[in-house]
């Protein structure tokens, strides 16, 4: 499997993967397990982080793509 694929990228890609599950998990079960002023303030947070949430989310799309296509033009590693 990574003999013309970098093991860094697979690495890398996993490791952001697993972050984003974490990242979505933590911030939108907050709001879920919360009431009140907690759950506003857990919402505005969220609301925060959002925009990291979704280029991560982007990132990770597009790595696994360039990983699966072996295009080392879309994957800046070199």
């Known amino acids: 499997m990574f003999k013309t ?3 860094v ?3 890398s890609l996993l490791l952001a993967t697993i972050y984003f ?3 979505v998990q933590h911030f939108f079960g907050a ?4 009431s009140g002023a907690e ?7 969220a609301v925060l982080v959002y925009p990291h ?5 982007i990132g990770i799309i597009f790595g696994f793509i360039a990983f699966l296509q072996i295009k080392d033009g879309q994957i800046l590693h070199r």
């Open 9 to 11: 990228v697979f690495t």
């Open 31 to 34: 709001i879920a397990s919360t």
């Open 53 to 57: 949430m979704l280029l991560l989310g």
């Open 21 to 23: 599950i974490y990242i």
């Open 5 to 7: 694929r970098s093991k």
């Open 39 to 45: 759950q506003i303030g857990a919402g505005i947070a």
